[in-house]
């Protein structure tokens, strides 16, 4: 069938407007502002065995980006993770305990603990644990544009590499816990898993350390199926506990695995391009 020429102009400018109004909604829903409220991660812990409540608020935040807290499958399974922004001499027996039971845990660290620790960097992951993100220089990541966003998680990267030889797995966790629809997003552009928790503690206050029966309770009082738990390794309390907590999770039926086993991606390594 032969189209006259209004025909053919008709159907032209029919495709440019759809065109042009196709292309209007891309720029608008690129350039629309993400949300910068800031929250601190927190959880409503319902009992041992039990799952904690994030609140309908921090599940709709969450659930638009690469952000975990929890393995919502419900298996018995633990993800042990650790938070150091420095030193304070407990490293070295959290790590034997780890390797005496045969854990793989995950340490968050920050880009002085690598500059200052090598030794016990190099430790981590020759003995098979995970080193995550937790920005250079324990930055409010709610409070940094997307360009000092990327420096601080950039920095880190390469420091990692320069000391370990090889790229960082992609997931972070913010400093405190502090988070917004924005600093998310941010870091799903930089292709990066944000890792949360949903166990945690007050545990890192060095000065205030109350004895290992304090991290035991904490711990067993609240577990429950698909646990993250945060500890940190400046805390007394989490060293002298840890092995007795190991080994009655492990009776109560609980089995910890890798921070991999929650994610499971194989884009969670930084490219070499």
Same mark, same amino acid.
């Given at each position: $069938?032969?189209?006259?020429?209004?025909?053919?102009?008709?159907?032209?400018?029919?495709?440019?407007?759809?065109?042009?109004?196709? &292309?209007?909604? /891309?720029?608008?829903?690129?350039?629309?502002?993400?949300?910068?409220?800031?929250?601190?991660?927190?959880?409503?812990?319902?009992?041992?065995?039990? #799952?904690?409540?994030?609140?309908?608020?921090?599940?709709?935040?969450?659930?638009?980006?690469?952000?975990?807290?929890?393995?919502?499958?419900?298996?018995?399974?633990? *993800?042990? &993770?650790?938070?150091?922004?420095?030193?304070?001499?407990?490293?070295?027996?959290?790590?034997?305990?780890?390797?005496?039971?045969?854990?793989?845990? /995950?340490?968050?660290?920050?880009?002085?603990?690598?500059?200052?620790?090598?030794?016990?960097?190099?430790? $981590?992951?020759?003995?098979?644990?995970?080193?995550?993100?937790?920005?250079?220089?324990?930055?409010?990541?709610?409070?940094?544009?997307?360009?000092?966003?990327?420096?601080?998680?950039?920095?880190?990267?390469?420091?990692?590499?320069?000391?370990?030889?090889?790229?960082?797995?992609?997931?972070?966790?913010?400093?405190?816990?502090?988070?917004?629809?924005?600093?998310?997003?941010?870091?799903?552009? #930089?292709? *990066?898993?944000?890792?949360?928790?949903?166990?945690?503690? *007050?545990?890192?206050?060095?000065?205030?350390?109350?004895?290992?029966?304090?991290?035991?309770?904490?711990?067993?009082?609240?577990?429950?199926?698909?646990?993250?738990?945060? $500890?940190?390794?400046?805390?007394?309390?989490?060293?002298?506990?840890?092995?007795?907590?190991?080994?009655?999770?492990?009776?109560?039926? *609980?089995?910890?695995?890798?921070? /991999?086993? #929650?994610? $499971?991606?194989?884009?969670?390594?930084?490219?070499?391009?």
């Amino acid at each position: $069938m032969k189209l006259s020429h209004k025909k053919v102009i008709g159907f032209f400018l029919f495709f440019m407007i759809c065109f042009l109004s196709m &292309t209007t909604n /891309t720029v608008e829903a690129s350039s629309r502002s993400l949300d910068t409220r800031s929250y601190g991660w927190g959880l409503k812990y319902n009992g041992k065995g039990k #799952l904690p409540e994030a609140g309908k608020q921090y599940e709709s935040i969450i659930a638009k980006h690469n952000a975990f807290y929890i393995d919502k499958t419900t298996t018995k399974r633990i *993800y042990l &993770t650790f938070d150091a922004g420095y030193e304070n001499g407990f490293t070295d027996q959290i790590l034997n305990v780890l390797k005496k039971q045969r854990v793989s845990a /995950t340490f968050f660290l920050v880009g002085d603990y690598l500059n200052k620790e090598e030794d016990l960097v190099k430790r $981590m992951v020759k003995e098979g644990h995970i080193i995550g993100n937790h920005t250079y220089k324990h930055r409010d990541l709610t409070k940094l544009n997307k360009a000092e966003y990327k420096e601080q998680v950039e920095k880190w990267e390469q420091r990692y590499k320069e000391l370990i030889g090889k790229d960082p797995m992609k997931i972070i966790r913010p400093p405190e816990g502090t988070f917004s629809d924005q600093s998310l997003q941010y870091a799903d552009d #930089l292709g *990066y898993y944000t890792i949360l928790w949903s166990l945690a503690y *007050y545990d890192w206050d060095k000065d205030k350390q109350q004895g290992w029966e304090y991290a035991y309770n904490n711990v067993m009082n609240k577990i429950h199926p698909g646990a993250v738990i945060l $500890m940190h390794s400046t805390s007394k309390d989490n060293a002298d506990a840890l092995e007795k907590l190991i080994i009655g999770l492990r009776k109560d039926g *609980y089995e910890f695995v890798p921070i /991999t086993k #929650l994610i $499971m991606s194989e884009n969670l390594f930084v490219s070499n391009n």
